[in-house]
Antibody, heavy 127, light 107 residues
């Protein structure tokens, strides 16, 4: 059974740094084609892709947040950590982590998908 | 970044109806799109990946199609458990981008 679970503070103050940990089981982040991503969802709004880290330590970030985000992995602990600096009330959201798999890569196409997702953790930014 | 315009933003339908949700991409790609279902207070779950491949365990009333800039999720006969919000996600290039979501409500 594959599971992921997010952990971290539920309340942070503006300007503080948020550190979230995704602890997973049932798969290895050393396996080719595997990645773990972070996605967030402000209350009542749509999903937003934040960052991704691959088995080979390749890292990808949302350009709009890249200067504030850092994603790292600890393969031995089965954990992925996301840090977000300079938190603001607009960053209030449920933060999800999810495993990403890569499918068959053909000409001009290399599909990936998120499955499964963690349960999410609500982070509120308020003084 | 590729923008994914999802339509409609919401719809009302009855049990047994055929429902179609569309995502239009700001630039074309072939196979790099998935669909996710989210129920209130829950994490999203994967329905379809690579445009048309049904995730294991997902009922066959769900199907996906499309290529280029237009992609479609179809529910052939809406069931009570299908009332939820649906999102498309393109993974053709970074940043991966979601559609704005389609909320399927009971008529």
């Amino acid at each position: 059974q594959i599971t992921l679970k997010e952990s971290g503070p539920t309340l942070v103050k503006p300007t503080q740094t948020l550190t979230l940990t995704c602890t997973f089981s049932g798969f290895s982040l050393s396996t080719s084609g595997v990645a773990v991503g972070w996605i967030r969802q402000p209350p009542g709004k749509a999903l937003e892709w934040l960052a991704l880290i691959y088995w080979d330590d390749d890292k990808r970030y949302s350009p709009s947040l890249q200067s504030r985000l850092t994603i790292t992995k600890d393969t031995s602990k089965n954990q992925v950590v996301l840090t977000m600096t300079s938190m603001d009330p607009v960053d209030t959201a449920t933060y999800y982590c999810a495993r990403s798999l890569r499918g068959y890569c053909g000409v001009g196409s290399c599909p990936n998908w998120f499955d499964p997702w963690g349960q999410g953790t609500l982070v509120t930014v308020s003084s | 970044a590729i923008q994914m315009t999802q339509s409609p933003s919401s719809l009302s339908a009855s049990v047994g109806d055929r429902v179609t949700i569309t995502c239009r991409a700001s630039q074309g790609f072939r196979n790099d799109l998935g669909w996710y279902q989210q129920k209130p207070g829950k994490a999203p779950t994967l329905l379809i990946y690579a445009v048309s491949t049904l995730q294991s365990g997902v009922p066959s009333r769900f199907s996906g199609s499309g290529s280029g800039t237009d992609f479609t999720l179809t529910i052939s006969s809406l069931q009570p458990e299908d009332f939820a919000t649906y999102y498309c996600l393109q993974d053709y290039n970074y940043p991966w981008t979601f559609g704005q979501g389609t909320k399927v409500e009971i008529k």
